[in-house]
């Protein structure tokens, strides 16, 4: 496959329970020879079953980081969307389900529109409505919209703006928890002047699963900082992204900023804060 039109980019850290997602993403009613899926691996080592799911499509790869230490997804987004093909990138939570014509209507969507940013909703099967077999038929009956703003679900996008903007950022500020990244993205996306939407009508399933994210308070308060920094700013580039050239330095007003939070967080950590508040962009 030379040039496919979509190509799906989906990242791991060897942390994924279940690869069902990469048998629905590619069994679209698109022809296979239209799109592709590639699932980036942080480190060098790879799950056989990973590797058994992924043969079994010809318009799946495998691509490996070769990093160490903590997992960090922003250096997965960027392999992913270095290595792209495809004109048009669809970039979902690895684990989501999806309907057979969904390659189908987000090409439709970004054909009509050049500059198009377009996110899709995650539905979510709750805990005790989950069953071992994963099939479209019993998501559809039992999911429901419970974070609708969740800029970490499903991003599509020309490859052109993402590179426009320097890919995801994996500077330091973002590490604190690992999927923090959708808010960011969205914001210098709007900030680059490109039409957002949301698609009222398509649906991606979410199983539910034991080992779900959830992020500390912090985290989220540190991403939305970030983000009203660049929208104050007018700045889309990423601090690190895919080109060093590129890099803009990180203000001494958002170090203060960051700094004043960790602070806050130390002072009324403890058991009296409660669980974190689900926020957008939880993967």
Avoid at 87 to 108: H, S
Avoid at 153 to 174: M, Q, S, V
Avoid at 192 to 211: D, K, Q, S, V
Avoid at 225 to 238: K, T
Wanted: glycine share 4%.
């Amino acid at each position: 496959m030379s040039n496919p039109a979509i190509s799906i980019v989906m990242v791991d850290g060897s942390f994924r329970e279940s690869f069902h997602s990469i048998r629905f993403f590619c069994s679209q009613t698109l022809p296979a020879d239209q799109y592709e899926l590639l699932w980036v691996e942080y480190y060098d080592r790879v799950n056989p079953a990973l590797r058994a799911e992924i043969e079994r499509f010809p318009q799946a790869r495998l691509i490996t980081v070769g990093q160490s230490g903590s997992y960090q997804p922003s250096q997965c987004f960027n392999a992913g969307i270095v290595a792209a093909r495809g004109e048009v990138l669809v970039i979902p939570d690895a684990d989501l389900v999806a309907e057979r014509d969904l390659l189908e209507q987000v090409w439709r969507e970004h054909e009509a529109s050049a500059r198009l940013v377009m996110y899709l909703y995650r539905y979510e099967e709750a805990q005790a409505d989950h069953i071992a077999e994963i099939t479209l038929e019993h998501l559809r009956a039992v999911c429901r919209l419970r974070y609708p703003m969740n800029c970490g679900a499903c991003l599509t996008a020309r490859k052109r703006w993402l590179l426009e903007i320097n890919g995801y950022d994996h500077h330091p500020a973002f590490r604190e928890h690992s999927h923090a990244h959708g808010n960011d993205v969205h914001a210098r996306l709007k900030v680059l002047g490109l039409p957002i939407a949301w698609h009222p009508r398509i649906r991606l399933y979410h199983p539910w699963h034991p080992f779900t994210l959830t992020p500390a308070r912090i985290a989220y308060a540190r991403q939305v900082a970030v983000s009203n920094w660049r929208e104050r700013a007018l700045n889309p580039l990423a601090f690190m992204g895919i080109e060093p050239a590129r890099n803009t330095p990180f203000p001494d007003e958002l170090v203060a900023e960051l700094d004043r939070l960790r602070a806050g967080n130390e002072a009324t950590a403890g058991p009296s804060m409660g669980a974190p508040p689900r926020r957008p962009g939880i993967r």
